[in-house]
């Protein structure tokens, strides 16, 4: 059964800094994996989908990375800002079941 | 396109009532999602749909839930009786097709609260 960890399940940094989120999962056999982002009381938002075939994705300040013989995916922010503070989940994709992480709250300081 | 629609946005019931919950999926989607997102548990799969048919329903909790896609822009999500932990954010995506190509679009939620 796939399972699918975000560590640290809450991280703050002051505005400026590069800054990674990770992931980890339990079973490599995914045809993709997908990042989220979900403001609060909002839907969730897609950012990246990394193909099972792909090493990383990226948009703008945005650079999600695959591993699949490791079970690891990360999200790296650059540069974060104010309006980066939402919460981060991973999704693993296999047979058209997405499995999500708990997520990482993120919180940017000014 | 307005992107996937889901209604109520809120919606508050006693336990024991009946509660309906809708999606309307983005035109030309082939798959349809529902999800329950909780604190403890996080967001989890309860079933989806293949053309309008049911694929795959081992989340649903219980047969309190059942769902139903009568055609291919409308889907409910209904619980039958209610119970004060069925409270959660309910959401509806759908992703143009399946096998993991296609990344899956959320709409915005009903918050589901039973008291």
Not at chain 2, 25 to 50: A, K
Not at chain 2, 51 to 66: A, K, T
Not at chain 2, 68 to 91: C, G
Request: charged share 20%; with cysteine.
């Amino acid at each position: 059964k796939q399972e699918v960890t975000q560590i640290p399940a809450a991280l703050s940094v002051p505005e400026g800094e590069n800054l990674v989120l990770n992931c980890s999962f339990t079973d490599s056999a995914i045809y993709n994996l997908q990042w989220f982002r979900q403001d609060p009381g909002k839907g969730l938002t897609s950012l990246l989908l990394i193909q099972s075939s792909q090493r990383e994705q990226t948009s703008g300040r945005l650079n999600a990375s695959l591993d699949k013989s490791s079970g690891r995916s990360t999200l790296y922010i650059a540069a974060s800002q104010p309006g980066d503070s939402a919460t981060y989940l991973c999704a693993a994709n296999r047979d058209d079941k997405i499995i999500f992480g708990k997520g990482t709250r993120l919180h940017i300081l000014p | 396109d307005a992107g996937v629609i889901q209604s109520p946005r809120h919606e508050v019931t006693e336990m024991g009532q009946e509660v309906t919950l809708r999606c309307k999926p983005i035109s030309g989607h082939d798959y349809l999602f529902w999800y329950r997102q909780t604190m403890m548990r996080g967001l989890e799969l309860l079933i989806y749909f293949n053309n309008n048919v049911p694929i795959d329903d081992s989340g649903m909790p219980e047969d309190r839930f059942s769902a139903k896609m009568p055609n291919a822009s409308f889907s409910t999500l209904k619980i039958q009786p209610s119970e004060p932990r069925d409270s959660a954010v309910y959401f509806c995506a759908s992703s143009l097709s399946g096998g993991g190509a296609n990344e899956q679009f959320f709409g915005p939620g009903t918050r589901l609260t039973v008291l």
